[in-house]
């Protein structure tokens, strides 16, 4: 059949597999297209039409199927490759590793691995403020980065799926943020802090005596354990009114180990936002239920029943005042109490287990802290008084120093300068549209320029005024106050910045200064025999937000 059409289809075949290629290429280049089924149109459709005419024709010659598709795609992978690593890339002037112009698929590799955080560090210390960490990404370390970066609408790192809700978190959109930023800036306003205070005091209480029990049998305690169940069980009571009890018994509901899970894969695959995207589409097709949203589903749920029984985080959110801008249907409920969990709770846990760490390898800070703690509450009064607890200058200087040395959200948050924008001004740098930027907090917390001397060295003085300042691991000497010192409070962003700043960055600084103040008051604290404390660094795995590793330590009770 169609014989005569043979020779012509021997010099056609060729052709239309260079043209279609170099079409769905430029398609693929100038819309970016995430959706699954227009990605494998281009993909497939045309070596599959291509195919289909050729094994019509039925010529002896015709190239097999396989090589028809290996064609293709090489030629696809081929444009895509010599465009990123061209000099007519719009990004081809920033430094950076060779293999990171080609493929975002090279920092998955390097995420993988858990050291993200470090990588990032080096570069900046071998490229400089800028470097090109993708093929249409930059990573950014100078101040002058802090404004411009935060006023560029959140990246394609937080597209999600459309069968989810979508989270304050993720949302892109600024107008639609506004709006969603205003019923949680409800719930956490002056009378909702005070709502939620009793909760964590009286969590923390439940803590204490968790650990006394086991100091008391002389037990090793995994603080970073403790630190997790307790901001988990926290967060329940405030989110949705839920006891996880995982102080008492353990993680039974799996929710510690569910959303660990999704940070660990969401802190791999978003960075390749196609995958993502795919990843939520499918989830449940392929039974793929992510772990904790099936909990905070089911949470959420027995949550909407019941109704609100106290004024906790649900209550603002579900509007459940009747004063709210907008409505929320369950699958954004889920996503919104989800975010809070994960965003509240592994968040202090990780500061928290920080600043043990911090404190049992310069055991003079531990003694400093219990010194301010006894001096500014009696014997036997809980540290639990606000006013008091935010006037604790050292303590305070404390929790500032570990979240300048280890930010939980270390590489930053990924903005993108929309396709169809000019560009944007960031410090000397015209970023191109159609570009995304971080501002790396863990290598701007880091630098010299800001915070001196030693920005590697845990030294809580530098937060204290120059009269009460003392030398570096020796609080006994006053700190030289010829030795210059930089501070610059405009390169400490733990929080973020601007409009999409942490909505509870109030309610954590009470929460850590608590927890803090009320354990250094009951207990000494020394590393477990055998545990070595360079392990701790090892094990810091920064998957978007920063995930530790165990930290066993001996407690005894003071007398
Ligand atoms: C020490 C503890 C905490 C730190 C260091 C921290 C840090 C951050 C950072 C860096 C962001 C920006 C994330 C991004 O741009 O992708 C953020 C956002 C957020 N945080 Fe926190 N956070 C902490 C505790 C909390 C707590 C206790 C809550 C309460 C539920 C919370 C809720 C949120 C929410 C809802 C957002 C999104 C805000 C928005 O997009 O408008 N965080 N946080």
């Known amino acids: 059949m169609f014989r005569w059409l043979q020779p012509l289809l021997r010099e056609w075949i060729p052709a239309s597999t260079v043209a279609t290629s170099l079409t769905s290429y430029l398609i693929l280049h100038k819309h970016e297209p995430v959706d699954f089924f227009a990605v494998s149109s281009l993909i497939l459709l045309p070596p599959s039409v291509i195919a289909w005419i050729s094994h019509a024709v039925q010529s002896q010659s015709s190239p097999s199927l396989t090589s028809i598709f290996a064609s293709y795609l090489s030629l696809l992978l081929g444009y895509t490759i010599i465009y990123r690593v061209s000099p007519f890339h719009p990004l081809a002037r920033y430094p950076g590793p060779f293999l990171a112009r080609v493929s975002k698929l090279f920092m998955v590799i390097v995420v993988t691995k858990g050291h993200a955080h470090q990588y990032y560090h080096r570069l900046h210390g071998k490229y400089g403020d800028i470097v090109r960490t993708g093929p249409n990404e930059l990573s950014y370390c100078n101040k002058d980065g802090v404004v411009p970066i935060h006023t560029i609408p959140k990246g394609p790192f937080y597209a999600r799926g459309s069968n989810r809700g979508i989270s304050i978190v993720f949302v ?12 949680w800036d409800k719930g956490f306003n002056g009378g909702a802090l005070k709502d939620y205070e009793q909760l964590f005091i009286k969590r923390t209480q439940e803590l204490l005596e968790n650990l006394e029990s086991r100091a008391a049998l002389g037990q090793i305690v995994d603080m970073s354990q403790w630190m997790k169940y307790f901001s988990f069980d926290f967060m329940g009571d405030m989110v949705f009114t839920h006891s996880f009890d995982t102080m008492k018994e353990g993680d039974t509901s799996g929710i510690i180990k569910g959303v660990g899970g999704s940070l660990h894969v969401l802190g791999i695959v978003s960075h390749l936002p196609w995958a993502t995207r795919w990843l939520d589409e499918f989830a449940d097709f392929i039974g793929l239920g992510l772990a904790s949203i099936n909990i905070a589903n089911v949470i959420v749920d027995r949550r909407i029943k019941s109704g609100s029984t106290s004024r906790d985080l649900m209550f603002h959110i579900n509007n459940e005042d009747g004063k709210g801008v907008i409505q929320r249907t369950k699958r954004q409920l889920v996503a919104e109490g989800l975010t809070a969990m994960v965003a509240g709770s592994d968040t202090t846990a990780i500061v928290l287990s920080n600043l043990w760490y911090y404190l049992l390898i310069h055991p003079v800070y531990y003694k400093r802290l219990q010194q301010e703690v006894d001096a ?18 050292f303590l305070n200087a404390c929790i500032n120093e570990t979240l300048r040395l280890a930010p939980p959200l270390p590489s930053g948050s990924q903005r993108g300068v929309p396709p169809t924008a000019d560009g944007k001004l960031v410090g000397s740098h015209l970023i191109p549209g159609g570009n ?7 290598s701007i917390h880091r630098d010299s320029r800001y915070f001196s001397p030693e920005p590697n060295r845990f030294w809580p003085d530098r937060w204290l005024s120059q009269k009460d300042r003392r030398a570096m691991d020796d609080s006994s000497r006053p700190f030289d106050p010829n030795t210059p010192i930089i501070h610059d409070l405009g390169a400490y962003l733990p929080f973020s910045y601007g409009t999409r700043t942490c909505v509870g960055k109030t309610l954590a600084q009470m929460e850590l200064r608590v927890v803090a103040a009320s354990v250094v008051q009951k207990f000494d604290m020394e590393v477990a025999d055998g545990y070595d404390t360079k392990q701790w660094d090892r094990d810091l795995q920064d998957f978007y937000v920063f995930k530790a590793g165990p930290l066993p330590v001996h407690l005894i009770k003071r007398q």
């Open 172 to 183: 892109r959109d600024i107008a639609l943020h506004a709006k969603q930023r205003r019923a």
């Open 436 to 442: 995304n930027i971080y501002l790396n907090c863990y």
């Open 376 to 393: 500014t509450f009696l014997r036997g009064e809980d540290p639990t008084d606000q006013d008091r607890l935010a006037g604790m200058e």
